[in-house]
């Protein structure tokens, strides 16, 4: 069962940045889609991105495309966010999760249940 870790959130200013970190422990992220999602204060959990394990498939929601850009490094088992030009918008609990399924060969869909395992979550609050 892997274990996913998110890091790096905090307190920035509206037009800041900020990068998040999720690091993968007990198993590998290699050979698996990796999500983004966010949950801002009484609003369900929403996509933000995801990334094939495939080189450069990418795919961001509408409100963030532009602006936020997600890599990967499976040499360190993590996956990264780097998150641009920040809105208050952009404030919620942002949690990364993986595929459930290896090599998957159609894009992973965006909805929760495409995801098998998630992180614990790390709060980005936008201020202006």
């Known amino acids: 069962q892997v274990e996913l870790v998110e890091s790096g959130g905090g307190l920035v200013q509206v037009g800041g940045s900020l990068r998040l970190s999720c690091a993968a422990s007990q198993s590998t992220l290699s050979g698996y889609w990796m999500g983004w999602f966010r949950q801002a204060p009484g609003k369900e959990r929403e996509f933000v991105g995801r990334i094939s394990w495939r080189p450069g498939v990418l795919d961001y929601a509408d409100s963030v495309r532009g602006r936020f850009t997600i890599s990967r490094d499976n040499s360190k088992n993590t996956v990264y966010l780097q998150m641009n030009s920040l809105k208050r918008e952009d404030t919620a609990v942002y949690y990364c999760?993986?595929?459930?399924?290896?090599?998957?060969?159609?894009?992973?869909?965006?909805?929760?249940?495409?995801?098998?395992?998630w992180g614990q979550g790390t709060q980005v609050t936008v201020s202006s």
């Open positions: 999760a993986r595929d459930r399924i290896m090599w998957r060969d159609r894009t992973v869909g965006r909805s929760e249940a495409d995801f098998g395992s």
